[in-house]
């Protein structure tokens, strides 16, 4: 069959939501995300990244099998799922399962009332995936429910709210199970009296929430079930701009069509070709969709094994496997576990059950987690095409590289034979990713061995290896050499070295860990030696041992548990109003509207008549001279519009802050690869986006190119001012002190992901240059501003809204800026409305993030751990323009003492300027890099004097009547308190006690614990930056429109400035309304950072309704026993006004950096946390296992947000120190851009025991209601996990009598992890001493018994 006599193109027939949409023009190339958001205008699911790695987008699929009669419902990314594919589907949105016009449905009403969600963005995602799984499990147990949320991302909540959610609905109780105290901690509310206060455990109450009933859902459409019994099978056409889509429904077909059409790529789940299609440019005229085939469908149970359909889910192999390994007998199953024990790890739930095994497998590609372990078992591959039938090993199309073409392009994958096992047969699959769950591995692996009878005499072994080189990879020469030999040290010895110089790993030139991964190739190996050492042990405990008792703990892998945790808060005094609301757990006031898809952000905005789409052209280039740009090809492309360039900038272009502008378009020269150069408008997001691709620019490169720190140092390439404070008489204290350390800790940047993308609207009004602009910002004020002078316009003709933000963490205020610039050039140049909507990749790689930083370090202390003074310098890497670099290296040195007193101390901060993307403010504002160095050389105090980190931090803590470095004086009160709760609360002394036993009795499995103090100083440094404004209008209905200068951008601001409204006006909650920030009824509004919202817009909102309240009282004396609606009914007749400003002047702060002195915050947070985690030394992998966080935040106007703002701040910090890891070329590119690469927190990180208690009598004289500004302290406490892990490392090398010191960078990756638990196999690594490793038999270190393996361990 071809293409001709198929000229017609089908009408695609699918449901969306109950309602059947019939397509005429279905093009192959739209996938269902921009149908939903763009056609049928059903905005609730999201773009975040767009390649299947966040979630945001997921939908629950339903299909009709009339054979099984049957429907199978299942969750999928809506970015990869093409719209032909849906063919007779039913898909339900956010939308369909529930609404605030309907019905809220259950799955809704408890994300939002368990305080789900913040910015709500990832809110839509995370309730398809519970919705779906509810649907095919009403009551689901803690591991599906933890596994169907493995696929979504939320970068705001920690996920721990989200999780409270799901448990409602699973079967199993959701007691704590923490019974130290021999109580369940979630029955604690009653001991928790403090002296004076009662404390509340209970964020949510589950007496509110409705059923969940299953017989309300949405049935599956009865025409589609029609459809599937009655209407014959045919192929389907589908013809589109570019690209043709064929769905056969017969063998037969398909042979004839794939020798019609080699090239064209048979398509199932998408998951593989559609990011080639998307974000590596490739293209593919016709694609073939074989999933209706039945030959590719098939299951088929044999004796000696099972046949699976290459087109079958791997959700379905997953779960016929789990059947099989349920049924058959152990011995049988043993490469069915395998299988199945990678495929729970493998993508998310949303990409197995759409995902197909012959796609995983034909992929080849290096990080296929099959291909290792189907090869490694003998699996076979039922192969077809016109030339005939064939089977051949799936091994075989590894066997010579990448190109192999042991598969011709005509054949086609049927099916896969995946064989029982033997006896005596072992098989094991071993992975180690960047994050345990949904991500690729960085190195897998598939191991068989096969001994004769009887015997640990090897008879087969197969070894096969993935993530390691292009392909997957066969240690096949180490395999034939052991054959016949023992399964014992010797061997195991030299089948290290064997696999060492076979898997000959590229050069550290072209990759990275390149080391890595060699130590996991020969780690894994030595796993599966112990493996089968202790499965050996089963079937002869006289004759084979086993593994000592300290080495069985490596064989279990660490398990994503539903965390339990607690939440401790100060309840209301029992005289507070019971309509008052502050101090009250209150929802999220979009809470619900998140959940249901209906809160709107930018993208969601409908379009606007005529408007354009805008996509950037960025610089490939980190320095360079711009010789041309060529944009003829460009804008001959399918509904291009213009190119719009510096030339188009009717006045500034650069704006100058501070030392250096920031640039809209690069004019004659690019500072760094990402820089925008111009910008294409088309009448689509995608025709601008082809166009763009299409810009040619030349280049000349200029020298110097300067990417790191030690490059700008080199080429004294800084930002001015550079800043010092000086303190003391450091060089007489370091004269006088019994040791001295020096050091250097590295701290990588960190990427915001916030997960809306930077978006903007500008829509000109046709009218003396007025424009609206809808902005995705923390800052409208600056966007005004710059929009106003990039236009050459008063700022009173530029209105900016904001009604909320999907995620900033500090990303969204300079960069938003010049975004919103260049769309509003476009839109003034074009006259035209344009929408600017960064795609993932190019926000990652446009508007930078946290600065990396280098600290330097010198530290003088006495032997009884007192410091006595600290010479440090401080390195942050700003990227090409100013932004905030300079402010941040002010605050790092500002902040730099955490919670100790140095009496002797010297800092400078140095702003490098680079060619990489500007860097700007992140959460926490250079606080988390400069104390994380502070409690490096703490622990480095500690290793040097053998006191305990912990002690060391005791010791040198802040007392009451000290100053600060800078002559600011605090109460370390609240500190100490916080840190003595801490303690107490984690039981921190008798769980190190048993963290050195568990350590004790476990060799490659050690546990590691820490506590950490903090002091977070709030203050913005000056006045003018904390000012505020309120505007409050009282209707005649009684009804309050309440507006400020804050930005919801998922913190909850707004709902506090109702409590704080409602609160002082008196009346319900519900009688207030926060529409949208806008510059028009807020002027000059100062930003939304630094944690200052709530306490300066509160302050500003509390004014404007004193200030109304005051105008009402004579009106409610004269009729105290009146109603709300009775007095402003009255007060409006006697022409009383309704509407009223309230301003805050702002905190009167200030700093002198010629003297060194100042008060440049008003208070302090406190807090302190404990994490306790376990490491795998073999691979570097790690668990969070218990977090204990006590915070000091004042008087909490609303708990539920406070706390909800400490665990997604904790968690992001967790990220920062742990995992996320930026990575750049040579040449200045960066690598990471999406989810795929980058990996922010998941499910799976975190802690399995998480416990939050707010400090009760706490009380603040300088914000609203006593509260603290809570938004950025909590990130640093994320440390705790760092010093934790570098507690279990350092059990390990002490262990192994390794150097006492050593140094450890953030983010602390399991690379970083398992190159500091140094042994035999890292030396073998970086020795590269492939014959002479000794590796010698010992005894057990603990035991006495016969050690297996045990390699000598020599001092590195
Ligand atoms: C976010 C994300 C996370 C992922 N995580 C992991 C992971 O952790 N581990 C892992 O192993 N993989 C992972 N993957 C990869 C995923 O498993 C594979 O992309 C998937 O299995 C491919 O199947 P598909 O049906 O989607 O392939 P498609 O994209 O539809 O097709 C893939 C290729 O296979 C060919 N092909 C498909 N079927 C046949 C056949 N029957 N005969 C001949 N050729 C055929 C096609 O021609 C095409 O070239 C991930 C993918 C994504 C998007
Ligand atoms: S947008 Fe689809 S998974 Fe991220
Ligand atoms: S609430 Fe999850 S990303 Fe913001």
Redesign the pocket.
């Known amino acids: 069959m071809s293409l001709q006599g198929a000229a017609g193109t089908e009408e695609l027939i699918f449901y969306v939501n109950g309602r059947k949409i019939l397509e005429k023009n279905a093009d192959p190339e739209q996938m269902l995300?921009s149908y939903l958001r763009k056609r049928l205008r059903l905005t609730g699911t999201?773009?975040?990244?767009?390649?299947?790695?966040?979630?945001?987008?997921t939908v629950m699929i339903s299909t009709y099998e009339p054979a099984s009669k049957k429907i199978r419902h299942y969750s999928a990314?809506?970015?990869?799922l093409p719209i032909c594919s849906l063919y007779g589907a039913a898909v339900t949105t956010v939308e369909g399962v529930g609404s605030t016009k309907t019905r809220v449905h259950p799955v809704q009403e408890r994300l939002a009332k368990c305080h789900g969600s913040q910015c709500g963005f990832c809110t839509p995602g995370m309730v398809m995936s519970i919705y779906t799984l509810l649907r095919n499990h009403p009551e689901p147990t803690s591991e599906q429910m933890i596994a169907a949320l493995a696929g979504n991302l939320c970068r705001c909540t920690g996920y721990r709210p989200i999780l409270d959610a799901c448990k409602t609905f699973c079967k199993e109780s959701v007691c704590c199970q923490r019974k130290a105290n021999g109580k369940c901690s979630l029955d604690q509310e009653d001991d928790l009296f403090d002296k004076e206060e009662k404390v509340s455990t209970r964020l949510f109450s589950t007496d509110e929430f409705q059923p969940l009933d299953p017989t309300q859902e949405l049935i599956f459409p009865p025409e589609l079930m029609r459809m599937a019994e009655n209407q014959p099978k045919r192929t389907l056409f589908f013809h589109g701009e570019r690209m043709t889509w064929i769905s056969p429904v017969s063998l037969d077909e398909l042979l004839d069509l794939k020798a019609a059409h080699p090239k064209a790529p048979l398509v199932v789940g998408n998951t593989s070709v559609g990011p080639e299609m998307k974000f590596r440019g490739v293209f593919h005229p016709i694609v073939i969709a074989p999933a209706r085939i039945p030959d590719l469908n098939v299951v088929k149970h044999m004796d000696d094994g099972l046949t699976l359909g290459a087109a079958c889910s791997l959700s379905l192999v997953k779960d016929i496997l789990t059947n099989a390994i349920s049924e058959y007998p152990e011995e049988k199953t043993k490469v069915f576990c395998a299988v199945s024990q990678q495929l729970r790890t493998l993508g998310g739930e949303q990409i197995r059950n759409v995902a197909s095994l012959g796609g995983n497998i034909i992929s080849r590609k290096s990080t296929s987690d099959l291909n290792p372990i189907l090869a490694a078992s003998n699996c076979m591959l039922n192969l077809v095409s016109r030339g005939g039938r064939r089977q051949i090993p799936l091994s075989d199309i590894f066997a010579d590289g990448v190109g192999n073409n042991t598969i011709t392009p005509e054949e086609i994958l049927v099916s896969v034979y995946i064989p029982h096992s033997r006896k005596g047969e072992y098989v094991s699959a071993f992975r180690q990713a960047p994050r345990r769950e949904n991500a690729l591995p960085i190195t897998n692996a598939g191991m068989r061995v096969l001994f004769e009878e009887g015997t640990d005499l090897i008879k087969d072994l197969s070894i096969f290896y993935g993530g390691a080189v292009a392909t997957t990879i066969c240690a096949k020469q180490t395999c034939w050499t052991l054959i016949g030999r023992h399964w014992n040290d010797q061997m195991l010895d030299e089948a290290c070295r064997l696999i060492l110089k076979e898997i000959a790993l590229p050069g550290s030139a072209s990759g990275e860990k390149v080391d890595y991964k060699k130590t996991l190739v020969v780690s894994f190996f030595y796993r599966f030696f112990l493996e089968v050492l202790q499965s050996l042990r089963t079937m002869d405990p006289c004759r084979y041992p086993g593994i000592p008792m300290e080495y069985r703990s490596v064989l279990q892998d660490f398990k994503t548990k539903i965390p339990q945790s607690i939440q401790i808060y100060q309840d209301i005094k029992p005289s507070q109003s019971p309509q008052d609301p502050v101090g009250r757990p209150i929802m999220h006031q979009s809470g619900i509207k998140h959940a249901t898809g209906e809160a709107v952000y930018i993208d969601d905005l409908p379009s606007v008549d005529g408007e354009l789409f805008l996509a950037v052209v960025t610089s490939s280039r980190a320095h360079a001279k711009i010789v041309s740009i060529d944009t003829s090809e460009a804008l001959k492309g399918p509904g291009v519009f213009d190119i719009i360039t510096a030339h188009d900038v009717p006045a500034t272009n650069e704006f100058y802050y501070s030392d250096g502008p920031e640039i809209i378009f690069a004019r004659n020269k690019v500072i760094c690869v990402g820089q925008i150069v111009c910008a294409v408008v088309a009448d689509s997001d995608i025709h601008a986006k082809q166009a763009a691709a299409k810009v040619k620019i030349e280049y000349e490169v200029l020298e110097p190119v300067i990417l790191t720190i030690e490059e700008a140092i080199k080429h004294n390439s800084f930002f001015e001012p550079k800043r010092k404070l000086e303190h003391g008489n450091v060089d007489q204290a370091f004269e006088t002190v019994d040791n001295i350390i020096e050091g250097e800790i590295r701290i990588g940047g960190q990427e915001h992901f916030y997960m809306e993308t930077q978006s903007v609207l500008a829509v000109p009004i046709g009218e003396d240059k007025e424009m609206d602009v809808y902005v995705s910002t923390q800052h409208p004020a600056i966007i005004q501003e710059m929009v106003a002078a990039s236009l050459g316009v008063p700022a009173n003709r530029i209105m900016c809204h904001v009604k909320r933000v999907g995620g900033a963490f500090g990303g969204k205020l300079l960069k938003a800026g010049l975004l919103a610039s260049v769309a509003a050039v476009a839109a003034n140049k074009t006259s035209r409305a344009v929408r600017l909507i960064l795609s993932r990749g190019d926000d990652m790689l446009i508007t930078g993030g946290r600065h990396p930083f280098i600290g330097k370090y010198k530290v003088g202390f006495m032997n009884d751990g007192r410091i006595r003074a600290v010479d440090a310098k401080y390195y942050i890497n700003g990227g090409c323009t100013p932004d905030d670099s300079v402010l941040v290296a002010e605050v790092s040195l500002l902040k730099m003492d955490n919670a100790y007193k140095i009496p002797n101390l010297r800092c400078w901060a140095y702003a490098c300027k680079t060619n990489l993307p500007s860097n700007t403010a992140f959460r926490g504002f250079g606080f988390p890099q400069s104390a994380l160095v502070t409690e490096t050389w703490i622990t480095g105090v500690a290793d040097k004097t053998g006191l305990s980190p912990e002690k060391i931090r005791e010791i040198n803590m802040y007392k009451e009547n000290e100053q600060t470095h800078f002559k600011q004086k605090l109460d370390p009160q609240n500190l100490i308190r916080c840190w003595n709760e801490c303690m107490e609360k984690s039981a921190y002394y008798s769980r190190k006690k048993a963290v050195n036993e568990f350590n004790q009795q476990n060799y490659w499995k050690k546990k590691g614990i820490a506590i950490v103090p903090m002091k977070f100083p709030f203050g913005l440094g000056t006045r003018y930056l904390s000012q505020a404004a309120a505007l409050v209008h009282i209707y005649t209905d009684g009804s309050v429109l309440l507006t400020h200068g804050g930005i919801e951008m998922g913190q909850g601001i707004h709902t506090k400035m109702i409590q704080v409204a409602s609160r002082e006006l008196n009346i319900p909650m519900s009688c207030i309304h926060f529409c949208e920030t806008s510059t028009t009824t807020v002027p000059n509004a100062c930003a939304s950072a630094g944690s200052a919202g709530t306490d300066v817009n509160g302050m500003a909102v509390k004014d404007a309704c004193q200030t109304l309240l005051k105008r009402l009282q004579p009106i409610i004396n004269k009729n105290p026993k009146g109603t709300w609606n009775d007095w402003i009914k009255e007060a409006f007749e006697q022409s009383v006004s309704l509407s009223a400003t309230g301003y805050f002047r702002g905190y009167n702060e200030n700093m002198d950096w010629e003297k060194g002195e100042g008060q440049p915050f008003t208070y302090f947070l406190y807090g302190a946390a404990c994490s306790e985690v376990e490491i795998n030394c073999l691979t570097g992998d790690h668990k969070n296992l218990r977090t204990d966080i006590v915070m000091d935040i004042g008087y909490s106007i609303n708990p539920a947000v406070d706390i909800g703002q400490i665990e997604g701040a904790f968690v992001q910090g967790i990220g920062l120190y742990t995992m996320e890891e930026l990575k750049y070329s040579p040449e200045g590119v960066l690598y990471t851009r999406g989810?795929d690469q980058y990996k922010i927190p998941a499910v799976c990180d975190i802690p399995e025991q998480f416990s939050v208690s707010l400090l009760s009598s706490s009380q603040n004289p300088y914000a609203i209601y006593a509260s603290k500004g809570i938004g950025e302290a909590g990130l640093f406490l994320g440390s705790s996990v760092f010093f934790a892990l570098r507690d279990a490392v350092t059990s390990v090398r002490n262990e192994r009598g390794l150097k006492k010191t050593f140094a450890l960078n953030s983010p602390l990756t399991a690379e970083q992890i398992r190159a500091s638990c140094a042994d035999d196999f890292t030396e073998m690594v970086i020795r590269r001493c492939f014959p002479p490793v000794t590796c010698t038999l010992a005894l057990s270190p603990h035991s006495g018994t016969p050690c297996y393996a045990q390699y000598s361990l020599g001092e590195k």
């Open positions: 995300l999201k773009y975040g990244c767009g390649g299947g790695g966040c979630g945001a987008c990314n809506a970015c990869l989810p």
